[in-house]
């Protein structure tokens, strides 16, 4: 197991930036695949970057492709998301997760969450 923080959401308007973070509490460096998800209200929680440095990939929603950059820190054990161009429709709580194993996109296979954090785009 692995406990996650995330950090840095915030209200942004339409076209603005903002970078999450996600701090874990061990190694997560060339053991898990680390997640982004967010969840709108009223919607269910949906996939939106992920990276493995096990295998070295990266992998996004089309939805954020070309403006979110998922990267980390090996010191810090920490996960970064980098929101670009953001859009009203990026509005969400955004969850850090980590699982072990084969990459997904799908929550219920990742066992290790965040609690949170919000996302607000004002248009």
């Known amino acids: 197991q692995v406990q996650l923080v995330e950090s840095g959401g915030g209200l942004v308007q339409a076209g603005g930036s903002l970078r999450l973070s996600c701090a874990a509490s061990?190694?997560?460096?060339?053991?898990?695949?680390m997640g982004w998800f967010r969840q709108a209200p009223g919607k269910e929680r949906e996939f939106v970057a992920g990276?493995?440095?096990?295998?070295?990939?990266?992998y996004y929603a089309d939805s954020v492709k070309g403006r979110f950059t998922i990267s980390g820190n090996n010191a810090k054990d920490t996960v970064y998301l980098q929101m670009n161009s953001l859009k009203p429709e990026d509005t969400a709580v955004y969850y850090c997760?980590?699982?072990?194993?084969?990459?997904?996109?799908?929550?219920?296979?990742?066992?290790?969450w965040g609690q949170g954090t919000q996302v607000t785009v004002s248009s």
């Open positions: 990276v493995s440095w096990t295998i070295g990939v990266t």
């Open positions: 997760a980590a699982k072990l194993g084969a990459l997904s996109r799908d929550a219920h296979s990742f066992d290790n």
């Open positions: 061990g190694r997560i460096f060339g053991s898990y695949v």
